[in-house]
Nanobody, 113 residues
Framework: QVHLVESGGGLVQAGGSLRLSCAAS????????MGWYRQAPGKERELVAS???????NYADSVKGRFTISRDNTKNTVYLQMNSLKPEDTAVYYC???????WGQGTQVTVSS
């Protein structure tokens, strides 16, 4: 059974940092493209960043230079380092195994001004 479990969300002031983690089980993690999505209230879910099995990355324009996605295939874990956070980054952040279409349950990130 596939499980993607996010952690690391919380409340932070603007300009602060958070690191999200997503631990995967039940999948061939190293073969999956992994991604982080987010959904703010009243908005559609959007792709924030993705990373291929060999470490190639892609970012939404709104987070380039501030967020970094990485993965540790030995720990079946993907990370999202978020720096210089802004109130508009407030959302529920979801981990996704894009290759098989599996989602995590989400973790709330709230950035206060």
């Amino acid at each position: 059974q596939v499980h993607l479990v996010e952690s690391g969300g919380g409340l932070v002031q603007a300009g602060g940092s958070l690191r999200l983690s997503c631990a995967a089980s039940g999948i061939m993690f190293r073969l999956n493209v992994m991604g982080w999505y987010r959904q703010a209230p009243g908005k559609e879910r959007e792709l924030v960043a993705s990373i291929t099995s060999i470490g190639s990355t892609n970012y939404a324009d709104s987070v380039k230079g501030r967020f970094t996605i990485s993965r540790d295939n030995t720990k079946n874990t993907v990370y999202l380092q978020m720096n210089s956070l802004k109130p508009e980054d407030t959302a529920v952040y979801y981990c996704r195994a894009l290759t098989i279409g599996a989602w995590g349950q989400g973790t709330q990130v709230t950035v206060s001004s």
